[in-house]
């Protein structure tokens, strides 16, 4: 997740059951965060090995899907409202209460929606248009239901972080505009989305049939992608470098640091897989006020010079809904800082269908890499680092990562490395040699679940399913009630 985190320590295989805080101790932020970890980890945990991998309560689940032919429009799907467990995780169907607006005249009353509509008038859940993460796009011919039948309905499910500048509520407003943000927040996305039955190799077939099918495509979506090692080494020269690190540190950077290394174009190493990295997991991000051409304005360029953005600065343009459909466009280049009018110059206009809608809460968010130098050095792509496998890659300071030959890396992939002044490394899993393990993303963790298998017009099956509310054991006859 893109936030400001010295690290993140929850592994369950340490089989930690809580955070126990001392007297007289720094708490951290990764203290808390752990904690947050491991419950959340034992209740879904619980929750799947109670309910299976999916299903719902009976009578109250959720993302029942109806078809919704379109006779001038676009075809539409209804989703049910209710709640639905995917892999021990809640997703929630029900739309939000609507506001009531109060009368602007105290003689007046009723229950008036803050649209206008009649309160007691809003739906019990979506549609396939409206759903609230997925920004779906009549326009977007990809993004329509399939044309022909069947297709399959499934829901996807991952997390990621929010924090003030995509959602300011979260910011305290009494701590002054120029504090920074608190804490960030763990949000769940869920998107109902359409596969056609060529993708699941089963034109037509049982429920259980095409539950098995859809297993095995999610199978192949869900698992990780390529394994990265990475550790730290005195880097040349370093012995011309006076600053006050150990001689033989390896990493020399003058800070702590959280560096994430992430996937921006997925695919295979030979083919267009980039990646990028940052030395604060991601987290420098600045909102936008306006887009015009090249010029974006924003409403802050930093809390300070190390938050802030420079000429040469490569940036991402974002907001809640590349977010969320996980689209990567080309990093830009800042090439001019206009301090005095809070805004940057770009080295080439952003994609129009980005950063324009203010309610999509726009941002730029910084990356810290730079173009690699050297006669072997690979280009950028895309304003990103050309993924290079089986052999060790330089960041900075000291940083090295190695990418395994032969993976297959999915947009979104992202490892977070620790780096430590104290001991001039980095902190990551050795084996007894003292040799860098390769590990799996840190995230993002998708997970998905089928909903319905539409044949026809009118014929949709409903693939969810359901367990019965837990209730007490009747008594048995002559037994007495404590």
Excluded at 421 to 427: H, L, P, Y
């Amino acid at each position: 997740m893109h936030a400001d985190f010295s690290r993140l320590t929850f592994r369950p295989g340490k089989h930690y059951s809580a955070v126990l805080t001392q007297q007289g101790r720094v708490q951290l932020d990764a203290d808390a965060n752990e904690q947050a970890a491991i419950e959340r980890y034992q209740l879904r945990t619980l929750a799947a090995d109670l309910i299976g991998r999916r299903g719902g309560p009976a009578g109250a689940a959720g993302f029942a899907i109806g078809y919704v032919p379109g006779n001038h429009d676009v075809d539409d799907l209804t989703i049910g409202g209710g709640r639905y467990y995917v892999d021990g995780i809640l997703c929630e169907a029900d739309r939000p209460e609507p506001g009531i607006a109060a009368p602007d005249d105290p003689g007046q009353g009723g229950d008036v929606r803050a649209d206008g509509g009649d309160a007691r008038e809003a739906p019990a859940g979506w549609t396939y248009w409206d759903q609230p993460d997925a920004y779906r796009d009549q326009e977007r011919e990809s993004d329509r239901l399939p044309g022909a039948f069947p297709f399959l309905v499934y829901l996807k499910v991952w997390e990621r972080s929010v924090t003030a500048v995509e959602d300011p509520e979260i910011r305290e407003v009494a701590l002054g505009a120029a504090m920074p943000d608190t804490a960030a927040r763990a949000k769940l996305v869920w998107q109902v989305l359409a596969l056609p039955a060529s993708e699941l190799s089963v034109p037509d077939g049982g429920v259980s049939r095409v539950r098995e099918a859809f297993d095995a495509w999610a199978e192949a979506h869900e698992r990780p992608g390529g394994l990265l090692a990475a550790r730290a080494r005195r880097p040349e020269r370093a012995s011309e470098d006076p600053c006050l690190a150990h001689p033989e540190a390896g990493y020399r950077g003058p800070e702590n640091q959280l560096y994430r290394v992430e996937v921006h174009h997925g695919g295979s190493a030979d083919g267009c897989a980039t990646f990028k990295w940052s030395r604060e997991n991601g987290s420098v991000v600045l909102p936008i006020a306006s887009i015009e051409g090249v010029w974006v304005d924003l409403t802050s360029l930093g809390d300070d010079d190390k938050l802030s953005l420079s000429v040469g600065d490569w940036v991402e343009v974002a907001d809640s809904a590349s977010v969320s459909r996980g689209e990567p466009a080309d990093l830009l280049q800042v090439e001019e800082t206009d301090l005095p009018g809070r805004r940057v110059r770009l080295s080439a206009e952003p994609v129009p269908e980005v950063g324009r809608l203010a309610e999509r809460h726009p941002f730029l968010r910084r990356w810290d890499h730079r173009a690699p130098r050297g006669r072997d050095a690979l280009p950028l792509a895309g304003g990103a680092l050309q993924l290079q496998e089986g052999a060790w890659l330089d960041l900075e300071d000291g940083v090295q990562v190695y990418f395994r030959p032969c993976g297959e890396y999915t947009r979104g992939d992202y490892w977070l490395i620790p780096a430590r002044t104290a001991t001039g490394s980095v902190e990551w899993p050795q084996n007894a040699a003292g040799e860098a393990l390769l590990r799996e993303p840190a995230g993002v963790r998708v997970h998905h679940a089928p909903l319905a298998w539409v044949k026809g017009p009118t014929t949709v099956v409903d693939l969810r399913q359901t367990f019965p509310p837990l209730t007490a054991p009747a008594p048995q006859e002559g037994a007495r009630h404590s």
